[in-house]
């Protein structure tokens, strides 16, 4: 029986911390879906359309990586999946209420959901998709945080 896991997100940008958790996702998991969310509940710096291609470049080393797009709710597109396992990233304690109320909701909507929450590596530790749009609107240096793609669409999006 093969595993598969699917990575949920916003992933706007995709950042190397969430390389990072996805990296450890599929030394664990056959198949792992990197799954970039419709709506997000969030004001985006890139559209559906361009949150899923900059996750596809970013993902195209990784040979047990897929990439979609969803929309509405988690629990659905799961079930659309036949998969019943969602990886989420743990930074720190400030995430812990969120990630928690997000996994018990889903486990309300589906029973049969289990979250699997992974930990990044310590120097992706502070890093958040936040942090890195302020950057990238401050002229910061972005290619530390993000992969090289990703960097250039910010630059992009920002100064032309």
Do not use: W
Not at 7 to 25: Q, S
Not at 53 to 72: A, D, M, R, Y
Request: proline share 4%; charged share 20%.
């Amino acid at each position: 029986m093969m595993s598969k896991a699917i990575y949920p997100g916003t992933f706007d940008p995709i950042t190397l911390g969430h390389m990072n958790i996805l990296e450890k996702a599929c030394s664990i998991f056959d198949e792992v879906i990197l799954a970039v969310a419709d709506y997000t509940g969030k004001d985006n710096l890139f559209s559906l359309q361009e949150r899923y291609q900059l996750c596809k470049k970013s993902t195209e080393h990784i040979p047990n990586v897929s990439v979609s797009t969803f929309q509405g709710l988690f629990v659905d597109y799961a079930k659309s999946q036949n998969c019943n396992l969602m990886i989420r990233g743990m930074r720190a304690v400030s995430d812990f209420e969120y990630e928690l109320s997000l996994a018990l909701t889903n486990k309300k909507l589906n029973p049969e959901i289990e979250t699997l929450f992974l930990v990044p590596s310590l120097r992706y530790m502070y890093l958040s998709s936040s942090i890195i749009r302020q950057l990238a609107a401050l002229q910061g240096p972005l290619e530390d945080y993000v992969p090289t793609c990703v960097a250039e669409a910010m630059r992009e999006k920002h100064f032309s």
